[in-house]
């Protein structure tokens, strides 16, 4: 198993423009999320979702959108890239077992936003 | 809102030595508490995972406990190596029907230890 890729690695864009960051899970599983890391502090949730179809709004959606078409996909969007989205970007997945939802994370995609 | 601190920000200590990492976080209805280690330029790398029910679990020089309705964990490292070195970063699971996993991280501790 690959567990959960991410790519690109590292994007430099310009103010005002838009990409996609991509994640796949190899590993079944239902729950998806994407979280942001910026310098010295923790991750905080942008997006999840609970399987294919079904997204909701984390802690700081604002500037983003998801879709979740398959169990494998959970792509993150920036339409109109801004400084403050500058970050590091983790994308993780997890499955239900009891109570249990210990996530897997990705190595990250590093953006830049000049 | 859940809330998660970790003290220290950074620690430095030499080769061979027992260290303890803290933890506290404000609302104690959690399902569980994960410890993740993240090096620089990487991604998370889950160290233990300690159910509500549980008090402590143990994976080789690592062990973690949680005091659940004292809001506090500790990561306990046996006999540290420089290749301990490393982010180390705690979340907590939230109770609750529609928490679905998401989890709640503290900013993190540096730890460095120097041969």
């Known amino acids: 198993n690959a567990g959960v890729t991410q790519t690109p690695k590292f994007r430099i864009l310009k103010i005002g423009q838009s990409m996609t960051l991509q994640c796949t899970q190899d590993?079944?599983?239902?729950?998806m999320y994407w979280y942001r890391q910026d310098p010295g502090m923790g991750l905080k949730l942008i997006y999840y979702s609970v399987g294919a179809g079904i997204t909701d709004k984390g802690e700081v959606p604002n500037g983003y959108n998801v879709s979740r078409s398959t169990t494998e996909d959970f792509p993150l969007r920036l339409e109109l890239a801004a400084p403050s989205q500058t970050s590091v970007y983790f994308c993780?997945?997890?499955?239900?077992?009891?109570?249990?939802?210990?996530?897997?994370f990705g190595p990250g995609t590093r953006l830049t936003v000049t | 809102k859940q809330e998660v601190t970790q003290i220290p920000a950074a620690l430095s200590v030499p080769e061979g030595e027992n260290l303890v990492l803290n933890c506290s976080f404000t609302d104690s209805a959690i399902y569980n508490l994960q410890w993740f280690r993240q090096d620089p330029g990487k991604g998370l790398t889950s160290l233990l995972l300690i159910q509500s029910s549980q008090r402590e679990q143990t994976s080789g020089r690592l062990n973690a406990s949680l005091d659940k309705s004292s809001g506090r964990s500790t990561l306990y490292i046996a006999a540290s190596q420089p290749g301990d070195s490393a982010t180390y970063l705690c979340?907590?699971?939230?109770?609750?029907?529609?928490?679905?996993?998401?989890?709640?991280f503290g900013q993190g501790t540096i730890l460095t230890v120097h041969p």
């Open positions: 979340a907590v699971k939230d109770a609750g029907g529609t928490s679905y996993g998401k989890l709640t």
């Open positions: 993780a997945s997890s499955h239900r077992a009891g109570n249990s939802y210990e996530q897997y």
């Open positions: 590993m079944n599983h239902n729950y």
